[in-house]
Nanobody, 122 residues
């Protein structure tokens, strides 16, 4: 699976961005899709995950209520709608795919995109 993120950028705190991740290669609907983020000097952090069928989602406590993950299996695309952005949301955001499990551990994910930068300025 090849994953390509887009939609990152610079936004003022309180603003919104929508990240997209286009997948190609193997059957997109066979994978749980997640978003992680990483700020330089920090550990990779789980953000959100959505199940193959879109029936289940999970969010990190830090983003719950502000971010929404969704997917369109017909378009082979997963989205991350980010509202009420805070300076601490600034990071590189990575799209990822898991064949087996819908989990928060990055070790479980098989494929990763190249990342897209998100900066929320105060």
């Amino acid at each position: 699976v090849q994953l390509v993120e887009s939609g990152g950028g610079l936004v003022q705190a309180g603003g919104s961005l929508r990240l997209s991740c286009a997948a190609s290669g193997r059957t997109f609907s066979a994978y749980h899709m997640g978003w992680f983020r990483r700020d330089p000097g920090k550990e990779r952090e789980f953000v959100a995950v959505i199940s193959r069928s879109t029936s289940s989602t999970d969010y990190a406590a830090s983003v719950r209520g502000r971010f929404t993950i969704s997917r369109d299996n017909a378009k082979n695309t997963v989205y991350l709608q980010m509202n009420s952005l805070k300076p601490e949301d600034t990071a590189v955001y990575y799209c990822t795919a898991s064949r087996l499990r819908m989990v928060r551990s990055w070790h479980e994910y098989n494929y990763w995109g190249q990342g897209t930068h998100v900066t929320a300025s105060s």
